[in-house]
């Protein structure tokens, strides 16, 4: 797979100083978490699907928008679906609310698979990672593309 297909997490100093405040918060009720963190995702995949990338990007998470700038993001999103395009269903395959992924700074995060039609009759799994931004809610920090095996 090549790196333009790869859109990984990104951070930022400033965004692990912030997340690391947040992350000191009270127990989740993670069945809830699951199911807004779940929306938050879907709200921000159908900006994707439909083109709008400048504000799946306005849109993203904090952390998001300081790792990676708009034209950036634009760019990366573009190259990692493209191979794929057009998207159709999508069916959640896997969902877990996490404090400590890889690669990110200390917060609340769900990650969330998708098994994902796509063109040709294929699937591929796209990897959403929503976490918790503050008072903006749940945003979206990280997205992956591939194909599936």
């Not at 679906?81 to 200390?106: C, L, S």
């Amino acid at each position: 797979m090549t790196a333009p297909s790869r859109i990984a997490f990104v951070t930022s100093l400033p965004v692990a100083l912030l997340a690391a405040s947040l992350a000191g918060q009270a127990s989740v009720d993670t069945a809830a978490t699951l199911r807004t963190a779940d929306t938050a995702a879907h709200t921000w995949l159908a900006l994707v699907d439909k083109g709008e990338l400048a504000k799946s990007w306005d849109e993203g998470a904090l952390v998001l928008q300081l790792g990676v700038t708009e034209t950036k993001w634009e760019q990366l999103v573009r190259s990692a679906r493209a191979p794929f395009e057009p998207f159709g269903a999508r069916h959640q395959i896997m969902a877990r609310y996490a404090t400590d992924p890889p690669n990110t700074p200390p917060g609340q995060y769900v990650l969330l698979q998708y098994q994902t039609d796509v063109s040709g009759g294929r699937h591929v799994v796209e990897t959403v990672t929503p976490t918790f931004d503050g008072k903006r809610g749940w945003r979206v920090s990280g997205y992956y593309v591939r194909l599936e095996q």
